[in-house]
């Protein structure tokens, strides 16, 4: 669920920075407003950063690491029914 939130408030500022570029390039913005469209751009920058880094520590730690323990475990239970059925 807040998956969903994040995404709109992302998508949310996306129009907001996509009608400040529209509006400053028609001439109708202050140097203030340009600021804010550019303290925007960076936030939104840096929040796909931090998703690219997100995604590096799932897909290069944890999966590995839930991967090792699942197969231990898994081995384990096999190897003690194999064990338990012939002995």
């Known amino acids: ?29 202050s140097d ?5 469209s550019n303290e925007l751009a960076d936030a939104q920058r840096q929040w796909e950063e ?3 880094q997100l995604s590096k520590l799932l897909n290069w730690v944890l ?3 839930m991967g090792k323990y699942l197969g231990r475990r898994m081995a384990k239970t096999l190897w003690s029914r194999f064990i338990d059925h012939f002995i």
């Open 1 to 29: 669920m807040a998956d969903i939130e994040d995404t709109s408030v992302v998508l949310q500022s996306i129009d907001m920075i996509n009608s400040l570029e529209e509006l400053e390039e028609d001439g109708y913005l």
């Open 32 to 36: 203030e407003d340009t600021s804010l």
């Open 50 to 52: 931090s998703l690219q």
């Open 63 to 65: 999966l590995p690491l």
